[in-house]
């Protein structure tokens, strides 16, 4: 494959996730575009053998779509270790290909924290700047949703697709939860309920997290390859080192490729969408005299005020069947308690899962035991397992932060992301909360409860934010609020690391519908500069 | 229960053909067994007589069942049909020194110590590892693999629509009742 730069190319998108593919899809039909992409392509045909690794013991989760190594290598200097190569996918469709494909809007709220629960400062753009683009989200993704969350932000449109009806031990959740007053909603899924777009209604393998066989959950390989067909170029397995720039301008991105060649692309504009790690971290490997501290960093907010959603979950066991694994996504939530935040209590939403306790081919390939014996553990280890999730918001703070690792160096001899995450009392506070509804639930149903993630055991749900935050202030901000850095005049950013705070929900609709936001920008920009 | 040639379709349509015909981690060890590759027909035998231990009693149809999925899987003539036919020479070189006749000959409780003999029933499975965890691999979860992940294996446990099986959005919606 030809892997040389394009030449005369206006725009140059670095990433094809969601972001970037969004990005490139916009701008593909009036822009010579390139995209480049630090994995590689993976072929669809190989997504049942894929299946097959996420269901056997031997491969672990990073393996499924060839992640570790020395080209992913990192380091956790922090106090809270983070499994990054679990937390994204290098590759045409970036992280998408793993997730789970959950897409909720933010609340109203969630763009003025400071100002109404007084932690973190306020986005530079409400709810209403990027309603108009939160449908043009849903239907890009194509996503499945009622309108029937009662705490959810307004919204007039229906979403494109039906909801996915609510799942059996949803209707054993109901009963508990109308018991204690608490309000059930349908989950707006990436996933088609119906076929969309040319792809497949889901059909159920219950894989999704991490592959989806049947193309049904979205991922940006979408987007990539609609990008591709109004004529712009993708070249995969071509990380880019660093930017070369001026004072004012990215004029290069100089990549490598497998055959150990270096090249360098040059065009107008250029738009970073690797994500909320490799993003700063690309800045960073960027420094120069003008910028000593990394590329469009005079704020010195690159890298800074990282930042996840923490997990709360807590399960038990029926004296009856709850039916889980059949499907590997959830079809009811809860946002009730969402926007009783203040300073002491994070937003947090409820997921009533579909897919708690062991699935039984899983557990058949890790025994001992084999034959009559099998069957019977099978039979008793699974079928009365129900669990309950929860995302909280983490507050934004400069000591957690990515930077450069001092003494690891990549494949190519740059230092490696280092990812120095900690997390507030504010957090840990409202897992402990989750954890008393998620009980209280639990109870009522007369589970006994087995097990229990709180403030000690949690973890991150793989929602890099943060790092390069948006805002008017160029002393403390990194891009403003059309996603263009401060620093630079035609560097724009197209990620969940321009998220000021975080929210509560999945980021990906909200990185989507700024994608979108951000390319009209850019547009715009464009057409200015070719009317001069 | 009986199991059919269609469970096996079913188990192929998630799984695929096979494991790793363009990317992997299955490069076969250049230390296996240095005889002449097995016949497709020895192997079927043998995956079929260690399916008849690894599999519950309580299953008929298991021969036509096993043969549907070993055929397709050996057809794709990849590095996982290689790692199969590899681990049925390891047990045919296992039970010849032992009991002097090929695995699919011996009896079936003779068959079942013969597996245990050679680690199979504690080893992990990896498809580079030891003779014991490539048995385990290639053969006994290959097997466990085909008959959970398809609509009669997972109903055996009560799940009809298990994972890696295509079975549409219905099944997650029923209740118990609706089982039958
Ligand atoms: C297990 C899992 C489950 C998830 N579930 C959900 C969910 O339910 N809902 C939700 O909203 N979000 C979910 N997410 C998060 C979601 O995947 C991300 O928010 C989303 O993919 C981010 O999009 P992006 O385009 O910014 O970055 P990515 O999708 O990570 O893509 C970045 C791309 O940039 C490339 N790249 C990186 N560095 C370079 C470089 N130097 N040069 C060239 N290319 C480079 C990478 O190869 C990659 O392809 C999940 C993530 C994981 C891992
Ligand atoms: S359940 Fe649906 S979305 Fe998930 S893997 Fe299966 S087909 Fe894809």
Redesign the interface.
Known sequence: MDRTPVPDADVCVVGAGPAGGLVADQLAGDYDVVVLDAGPRFDFEDRPERQERAIRPFYGRPDIWEMGGPRDDHTASGEWSYPLNHARVKGIGGSTLHWQGMVMRLHEDDFNSGSTRGVGPDWPIDYEDLRPYYPDAERELGVAGASDNPYGPPREQPYPMPAFPPSYSDSLFAEACEELGIDMHSVPNARNSESYDGRSQCVGYGTCQPVCPSGAKYDATVHIDSAEQQGATVIDRAPVQYLEHGPDQIEAAVYATPDGETHTQSAEVFVLACGGVETPRLLLLSASETYPDGLANTSGAVGRYFMDHLFAGTGGVLDGETRQNHVGFYTSSSQQFYDEANEEFAPLKLEFFNYDGPSPVEMALSGEDWGDDLLERLREGYGNHLGIGALVEQRPQEASYIGLAEDQTDDHGNPVPDVHWTVDDRALRTIERANEIQTEILSELGAEITWQVGPEETGPAYHHMGTTRMGTDPTDSVVDSTGRTHDLQNCWIASSSVFPTGGAVNPTLTIAALALRTADHIDRALGETSTR | MELTRRDAVAALA???G??????G?SRLRDDGPDSTPPSDDHVRETMSATAE??????LSGIAAFVEEFVDARLAEDDDHAAGIREAVTILDEHSQTWYDQSFADLSADTRETALEGLGA??A????DGSTAERVR?YV??EL??A???SPT??T????E?????????Q??????NGLE
């Open positions: 998630a799984l695929g096979a494991g790793s015909a363009t990317y981690y231990i690894v599999y519950p009693s309580e029933d504690v992990d499975e990896d498809p691999y006994v979860n466990l693999l008959l959970y992940s294996g997972g055996l446990v009560g799940i629509n298990p994972q890696g099986h295509p079975g549409g959005i099944s997650y919606q029923r209740g118990p």
